[in-house]
């Protein structure tokens, strides 16, 4: 229902925030890692955000970032990961670390999330990498127009599934790896690059 809500900060704890939007203050719950980064009260702020709907509540959740947001979006899609436990991955791991180690299987980082256990982490490493072997498969079964190839070796592919966790089409990924991949350079350094280049 809300894409974003802007407006000005009127208080924040290490798992919520209050914005005011004209003269109405929406409760937002947060990882500690957005509400230290959206500034102190007063402040403007912008948070994108999920409404999560049950028959007694109505909860918002709010994030810095789009990528934070269409991380948020995925975990919820698993079994057994609610809003909740969806945020507790992202207050532990940024966006583009969490991509990282479902790209490289590192079920262990994810694990050291509040709530999150070894079983479930496995599992939220095998379901996110499953869809993008699927996303993966249908785009090459649809033409495209030609563009520049993507360096070969385990370090462009793992780098283009990261990108795909943050919500990246393998199309998209595969191009701003090919724009910034050099030999000798590391997975975190790739995908950070890449990042840095879809912004430009």
């Known amino acids: 229902m809300f894409e974003y809500i802007r407006g000005v900060l009127q208080y ?3 798992d919520f ?7 109405v203050g929406f409760k937002i719950f ?5 509400a230290a980064g959206i500034g102190e009260s007063g402040a403007t702020v912008t948070l994108y955000t999920y409404m999560n709907v049950k028959e007694d509540e109505i909860s918002l959740f709010g994030f810095a970032s789009r990528e934070e947001l269409s991380v948020f979006n995925m975990l919820i899609g ?4 609610g809003p909740k ?4 991955v992202l207050a532990a791991m940024s966006p583009s670390e969490f991509s990282l180690a479902v790209a490289t299987g590192d079920f262990k980082a994810i694990s050291k999330s509040k709530g999150v256990g070894t079983k479930l982490a496995q599992r939220i490493v095998l379901e996110l990498k499953d869809k993008i072997s699927k996303d993966i498969k249908s785009q090459e079964q649809v033409p495209e127009e030609t563009f520049e190839p993507v360096p070969t070796g385990y370090i462009s592919n793992d780098a283009i599934s990261a990108l795909m966790v943050l919500g990246y089409s393998s199309k998209e990924a595969s191009k701003l790896v090919a724009k910034v991949y050099k030999d ?3 997975l975190e350094e790739t995908v950070r690059q890449a990042l840095k280049q879809a912004f430009r």
């Open 30 to 34: 947060t990882s500690h890692i957005t």
């Open 12 to 14: 924040k704890s290490t």
């Open 78 to 81: 698993i079994s057994g990961v």
């Open 85 to 88: 436990v969806g945020l507790a």
């Open 184 to 186: 000798g350079m590391t």
């Open 17 to 23: 925030c209050v914005i005011d939007v004209n003269g």
